[in-house]
């Protein structure tokens, strides 16, 4: 069974720094494409960052360009969001995501992040 | 980035009723190996996403078959054919054709 387990969300101040985690289990960890993609409360999906399997390549939205990091430690199996400078509008829930081909295929639990003075 | 517009964004439904949610696109979701990568989640409350519909019309496993996907090009739609309670919660399209994926606002569908 895929298991995608975030951690490390939680209340930090405007200008403050978050790392997530992502524990990956019951697939090829090192052959698949991961994202992160957030959802504000009540509001939609957003894709955040993408990162090739081998780590070769990354992406970003625009909004978070320059401020976050994704990374993998592919001996690990597990995903990274480095937050920095965050904002009061980067609030939302943090999904973990498997990328399948054109697709998320698989979601974690997600992880709440809350940009709060 | 493509724009994807869902409608209606609430839907309230009576439980055994049929419904339908549209899903358009701001360009064509044809890619260039021929297929169309549209795709349909179901968010129950406080719950993650769950995949219910990959390329258009093709059900994850374990998907019931009263969900169904079609549309073509620009214009897609995901039925329902007879609501249940369990149905309740945001359906969201995604397209995965062009780079970066983006989202529909998400359609909540409550029981009436």
């Known amino acids: 069974e895929v298991q995608l387990v975030e951690s490390g969300g939680g209340l930090v101040q405007p200008g403050g720094s978050l790392r997530l985690s992502c524990a990956a289990s019951?697939?090829?960890?090192?052959?698949?494409?991961m994202h992160w993609v957030r959802q504000a409360p009540g509001k939609g999906l957003v894709w955040v960052s993408r990162i090739k399997s081998d780590a070769s390549g990354t992406s970003y939205a625009d909004s978070v360009k320059g401020r976050f990091t994704i990374s993998r430690d592919n001996a690990k199996k597990t995903l990274y969001l480095q937050m920095n400078s965050l904002r009061a509008e980067d609030t939302a829930v943090y999904y973990c995501?498997?990328?399948?081909?054109?697709?998320?295929?698989?979601w974690g639990q997600g992880t709440l992040v809350t940009v709060s003075s | 980035d493509v724009v994807m517009t869902q409608s209606p964004l609430s839907l309230p439904v009576t439980l055994g009723q049929p419904a339908s949610i549209s899903c358009r696109s701001s360009?064509?979701?044809?890619?260039?190996?021929?297929?169309?990568?549209l795709n349909w989640f179901h968010q129950r409350p406080g719950q993650s996403p769950r995949r219910l519909i990959y390329?258009?019309?093709n059900r994850d496993s374990g998907v019931p078959d009263r969900f169904s996907g079609s549309g073509s090009g620009t214009d897609f739609a995901l039925k329902i054919s007879r609501v249940e309670a369990e149905d309740v919660g945001i359906y969201h399209c995604m397209q995965g054709t062009h780079w970066p994926y983006t989202f529909g606002q998400g359609t909540k569908l409550e029981i009436k």
């Open positions: 019951g697939f090829t960890f090192t052959t698949d494409w």
């Open positions: 390329k258009v019309s």
């Open positions: 360009q064509s979701l044809v890619h260039s190996d021929g297929n169309t990568y």
């Open positions: 995501a498997r990328d399948l081909y054109y697709s998320i295929g698989n």
